[in-house]
């Protein structure tokens, strides 16, 4: 069987192995995208493919919807030459439910994919037409913090955002620079209104989006690029919108394991690939069942019914700024990144293999969410804190068919360490006066500085998976050796009183040189990772 418009012809094949195929046009859903987009997405990975892609799949089928999805990457390219165009932009979605069984649904809600490329006319001009489509309501992105980002952790502008500043609107590489150039074709084209929305783990998520968009503006504005109109456009949000969302769906890696199942009930081409940016990515996508995506209502060009989608909920941009701050700075991402470094430098390959039989890790993840987190958490009422908390550790984290691996929790950690600790220590300071009291947060922190080391708890090196602080942490930390704990002078200094990284200066919230004493007493030597973890849990 193969995964593509003329392979699905034979739906009683396809029903035979148990896979459930679209129930309504795919075709025609496609060419409607083509003709008049409605929702186009930035950042085509595995969380859009699953989560987004199907919800929008979900709406096509109850006849909510009757547009696909317009699919835009503006970082790895190989996405759409190596999965999605070779597949008729077709996805296999495969659901890993607790009890080990699989739900598996054929996607046919990406109607066309596209590579940002400004070096490329013909892409470069359907880009614009799409942007410049009355009929367009909103753009939703999942990037990653990184995607956001304008400036280094000195506050200087990456190079390639010097080089989009410098060279205008038709000749950017990034994605910020991609959409505001965009931007500046609907602009030009009859300043429809239109909502971005960005759907990443990031706190205040619309906000930061705003931020960089109008700072291209600006930028741009200065260098003669723009004229003041196209400022007023961007800034004001009952033009173009960005509302604010919390979204949470747990989303591994495509699982090697599952594309073997797969082959063996017939179909062909399943194997994951790593493209050449390190995207690891498949013609499925794996992940768990619950999801939750929580929107602001702010949408000035009209919106499809996206309440009617599954785990989506519509409300104030105070309701998402709860819901977010529960689950990012709270719940769910902080325990990712305090436990899943711990796992990597243990030697643990699967995060819910290791807490299940690890009862101190275990500990740290609930010290994490319960103990110290929690009580910082606002309710958002839609969502309840201790029921979304309990379903994390009695049905989510624990779900061992996941296979979600602890060096996929350590991807881009240092842009999410503001969010996930940052806000927490901020809101002990202001309520006691400091942070000091804190364990398990502080713990989890050393944890990641003695991660970036790059040698697990045996003296063995490993590969950090990508992150753009990578580099410049290694060069901090080189001089460290394990078994030495007197070459940790001041190193950790820089980091720490990082506002950039974690949104404060750890040391003026009392927890600064505990964080130290931590990481010290973790490069003790071999074994020495392993005996912090059980003498503080």
């Not at 909510?64 to 296999?92: M, Q, R, S, W």
């Not at 990184?146 to 190079?159: D, I, M, R, V």
């Not at 991609?178 to 990031?202: F, H, I, Q």
Request: proline share 6%.
């Amino acid at each position: 069987m193969k995964l593509s418009l003329n392979g699905i012809k034979n739906r009683s094949e396809w029903e035979a192995a148990g896979i459930v195929l679209p129930g309504y046009d795919v075709k025609a859903a496609a060419e409607q995208a083509k003709k008049a987009p409605r929702w186009a997405h930035f950042g085509i990975g595995n969380i859009f493919r699953i989560f987004i892609g199907g919800i929008a799949d979900g709406l096509l089928e109850s006849g909510d919807l009757d547009t696909a999805l317009t699919c835009v990457e503006t970082f790895d390219y190989d996405v759409v030459d190596k999965i999605y165009h070779p597949f008729d932009n077709l996805g296999l979605s495969v659901i890993l439910n607790n009890d080990g069984t699989k739900d598996c649904k054929v996607l046919g809600s990406f109607g066309e994919a596209l590579k940002a490329q400004s070096s490329d006319p013909a892409l470069w001009a359907r880009l614009k037409e799409i942007f410049s489509a009355p009929s367009l309501q909103l753009v939703s992105f999942t990037i990653t913090e990184k995607g956001y980002a304008l400036t280094n952790s000195a506050g200087t502008y990456f190079p390639y955002v010097q080089a989009d500043i410098d060279n205008g609107p038709d000749k950017v590489t990034g994605a910020m620079g991609v959409v505001t150039a965009m931007l500046l074709e609907r602009y030009k084209n009859g300043k429809t209104p239109l909502a971005l929305v960005s759907m990443d783990n990031c706190s205040k998520n619309g906000s930061l989006l705003r931020r960089s968009v109008i700072t291209m503006a600006e930028e741009w504005q200065k260098k003669g690029y723009v004229e003041d109109g196209f400022l007023s456009y961007v800034s004001d949000e009952a033009t173009v919108s960005f509302p604010w969302t919390m979204i949470d769906k747990i989303t591994p890696r495509p699982n090697p394991e599952i594309a073997a199942d797969l082959s063996a009930l017939g179909l062909e081409n399943m194997e994951p690939l790593e493209t050449s940016k390190r995207t690891y990515i498949a013609p499925f996508i794996n992940g768990e069942d619950p999801q939750y995506l929580v929107i602001e209502d702010n949408f000035p060009n009209g919106r499809p019914a996206l309440e009617k989608g599954k785990g989506v909920y519509l409300g104030s941009r105070d309701t998402v700024n709860k819901s977010e701050r529960m689950k990012v700075t709270a719940l769910l991402n902080p325990v990712h990144s305090a436990v899943g470094p711990f796992g990597v430098l243990l030697g643990e390959e699967y995060f819910a293999n290791m807490i299940n039989n690890d009862p101190k890790l275990m500990k740290l993840g609930k010290m994490v969410a319960y103990d110290e987190s929690l009580p910082m958490a606002p309710d958002p009422e839609i969502i309840n804190p201790k029921a979304f908390a309990d379903e994390l550790f009695q049905l989510r984290f624990v779900n061992e068919y996941l296979l979600d691996t602890n060096i996929r929790l350590c991807t881009d950690e240092s842009q999410g360490l503001g969010v996930r600790f940052g806000e927490t220590i901020k809101a002990y300071t202001a309520k006691y006066g400091s942070a000091g009291q804190l364990i398990a947060i502080p713990l989890g922190i050393a944890g990641w500085l003695r991660y970036m080391m790059g040698i697990d708890d045996q003296g063995n090196p490993y590969t950090l998976a990508p992150d753009p602080l990578a580099g410049e942490m290694t060069e901090i930390l080189k001089d460290i050796e394990i078994g030495k704990p007197e070459t940790l002078k001041d190193q950790l200094k820089p980091v720490l009183s990082n506002e950039t990284i974690f949104f404060t200066n750890l040391y003026e919230n009392g927890v600064g040189n505990k964080i130290e004493e931590l990481f010290r007493e973790m490069i003790a030597g071999k074994g020495a990772v392993r005996a912090v973890i059980d003498k503080y849990m």
